[in-house]
Structures are given as C-alpha cells and as structure tokens.
C-alpha cells in the first residue's frame, strides 16, 4: 500500500468500566484484572446472572456519545473549519426503547441520534449509522476507510457507544450466553459465556493528505480491512471459522501484507464455546501452524462484551499496545482447550515486537470482520 493511500488514525477515546479516556482503557487491559461486579444500574431479580462491567456514574448514550466526539476531535486538533467538513458513522444498537430522547428529537431513531450529535458536535459532513450487532463499529470503520482511500472523504469520526441496559441483558441472560460462574474465559477449558460491559469510543481517521496539511500526529494506520459472512446458522458460527478466515485474507491482501507480517491478534474471542472454537479454526486456516505461536488474546475478558461497540472499544486497545509496545493479556484462563491451540497471552502483558497487528470481530448471523492496523 502505497503511503499516499494509507488511512490514518489521528485521534482516539473510549470510556468502559476501566475509567474514562483510550489511556485509562489500555492501563485496566494491560492489569488484566476483570472489571465484573454487581449491576446496580436496574434489578436484576431472577436472572441467572447478576454482573457487569459497568462504569458508575454514566449520562445517557447521547450525553456519553457528545462528550466522546468532542473529546476526539479536541484530541485530533481539529479545529472549526476543518469539523464542519468532518462525517460521522455511529455505531449503536437499533431499536428505539434503548435509545434516549435528545433534546430536540421527536423520535428515538438511530439516524436521529446521529443528526443530533453531528449538529451538536460541529460536524458537518455526511452521516451513516449501523446497526449490524457486534459489528457495527468494526464495519463502520471499513466503510470509512474506503471512502477515504478512494477520495470520497478526506475525514470520517467513527463513533460507536453501548450502555449496559435491562431489555439487551433479558436476551442474553435467558438465551443461556451469559458466563454462569461470573466470568469471561476466552479460549479456555470449562468457558461458559461472555459477559456485557460498558462502551463508547469514538476514532478520527483521515487521509494521509489531509493528516500531513494540518500536521496531525498519526496514532496508526487502518490498512487492510475485510468482512465476509458465513449464512451457517443463526446464532452458532461456522464451526471451521469460514467466514471469519475469509475476513482475515481480505484484510492482508488489502494491506499487501503476507500472514507473517502480523505480530498480534486482539480475538473477538467472546468466551463461548462454539464461538471461541471457531475462531481459533479460523486463525489456523490463515497462518496454518504458525497460529500456535502467534499472540492472541480477548480483552473481553476485562471490559466485557459492548455488542455494537465492540469494534471499536477494541481497535482503541490495539492501536495504543502497538503505540506503547505492550500486549494485553486474558484473564479467566483455566487450562489449555485442545479446540483452541493458540498461543494466548495471559498473565501478565507481554512486549509487542510487531508493527502488524488484527482486531477481529463476529456477530449472530455469521457476520465477520477484520481490520489491520499498523504503526506508524
């Protein structure tokens, strides 16, 4: 990929049950101590599960969405001009009883949260909001980075924000994914399910061009992505991790990278059984015996599952370990699973010696996606 065609991340933030801003999100991975305690936030009588990674004192998804949009574009230095020609893609989920009412909004809609929240924030370029499950925000950040490599865009905030709440928590709970033992156990024997947690994150990503005209610092770089679908089975993956391989390929040959040129894998890895399982087939089938030395690991396993925001709660993760030159590690690890042959990171963090790193993502439905960042 040529340097002119990269499509750089200038600024990131998040805020999770591990505090507020992207370094207070890395320094709670990098403890790998679980940030699952009791839900507070609304009665969880009679569910078969109590816990959550939630963060006290939160405003509503739009209050916390506002804040994390203008916390990035201050962090990006972006200035008034240069907002007002600036998109925006939210990631959030779909059905209006999750959503809060902005002020101003007539109806709970997710392409009305996002007008509200260009129109707060200064942006003034186009909108677009996705709604795919677990990976909207990983989605958003692919789109948005072909439009900028082509020259549709020179500038895109992707925003993406989930809020522990009772109606998403029933589903889970009674559909049996939730970890009855109280925690994630990514890749390990004797998992039981994943875990929700708090997450709004927002990232700037613009054309190398536009970066180097206003002399941007460049976090890392967006430089491959893929996406593929599986149409296997409703909620269960394909269990040889198909798609999901498929994603991977898609994201090197975009990047112009071979499967040796990547040093770490951040897992969707969500602590199921099946899930898990196929995941690892799917790591196998792209770098073949070389996945059973390749790090990986799940930081689901501190911040818990944030469905919509997922993606991009985790490419804020694994863009600052390639920055800081630190790997997370898992917690929850039990024993070795012989469906799971990885080399996964736990422990305690480990030094990252690469500039390549994935962050992969899955939803119900067989929806699969990968991004490939890279150091700058």
Known sequence: MAERDSVRITGTHAVSALGRGADALLA??????????????????????????????????????????DHVVRVAGLDAAERAGTALFLATHGGPPS????????????????????SRCGLGGRTRVYTTACVSASTAVADAAVLIRRGDLERVVVAAGYLVEPDQYALFDAGRALASDGAVRPFSAGRTGLLLGDGVAAVVLESADAAARRGAETVATVAGWGRAGDAYHPCQPHPGGDGLARAVDAALRRAGLAPGAVGYVNANATGTPFSDASEAAALRRVFGERAGRLPVSSTKSVHGHALEAS?????????????????????????????????????????ADTAHALTLNAAFGGANTALLVSAP
Do not use: Q, Y
């Open 311 to 351: 993606g991009l709660l985790e490419l804020v993760v694994t863009v600052l370990a390639l920055r800081d030159g630190k790997l997370p590690p898992t917690a929850g690890w039990l024993a070795p699973d012989p469906d799971c042959p990885l080399d996964v990171v736990r422990d305690a963090p480990r030094p």
């Open 99 to 118: 959503l809060p009412v902005p002020e101003g909004v007539d109806e709970p809609t997710v392409p009305a949260l996002a007008d509200h929240l260009s």
């Open 28 to 69: 709670g991975v990098l403890t790998g101590a679980p940030a699952f305690t009791p839900v507070r936030r609304f009665d969880t009588t009679g569910r078969r599960v109590t816990v959550a990674a939630t963060l006290p004192a939160t405003g509503t998804l739009a209050e916390e969405l506002v804040d994390a949009i």
